[in-house]
């Protein structure tokens, strides 16, 4: 079983930033691929970054691509999603996904990840 944290939800203006992290254990992290899901109320689970077990593949959603950075650091078993030039439309629940390397389905959905933190609330000001 993998246990998955999420810190660094706040409330921020827009235009302003923000850091998630997320902390795995259980596993061998380098053994775990990592995502970031956000659920806005009354929306469906979406997407936003992926990346791989090294560190050297990250994908985005087109909705967050050039203001988000995900990155991970394996020795400290941690993922983290940089928010720059956030939007009230960013505001959501942001979730941490784990699964094991090398599963090959979809990384955009969420029911193909495994293990999931309990969200940390990110809310936008206008």
């Known amino acids: 079983q993998v246990q998955v944290v999420e810190s660094g939800g706040g409330l921020v203006q827009a235009g302003e930033s923000l850091r998630l992290s997320c902390a795995a254990s259980?596993?061998?992290?380098?053994?775990?691929?990592m995502a970031w899901f956000r659920q806005a109320p009354g929306k469906e689970r979406d997407f936003v970054a992926a990346?791989?077990?090294?560190?050297?593949?990250?994908i985005y959603g087109d909705d967050v691509k050039g203001r988000f950075t995900a990155s991970r650091d394996n020795a400290k078993n941690t993922v983290s999603l940089q928010m720059n030039s956030l939007k009230p439309e960013d505001t959501a629940v942001y979730y941490c996904a784990a699964r094991q390397r090398g599963y090959s389905g979809s990384f955009y959905l969420p029911e193909k990840y495994e293990f999931w933190g309990q969200g940390t609330q990110v809310t936008v000001s206008s």
């Open positions: 990346i791989s077990w090294s560190g050297g593949s990250v």
């Open positions: 259980g596993r061998t992290f380098s053994n775990l691929e």
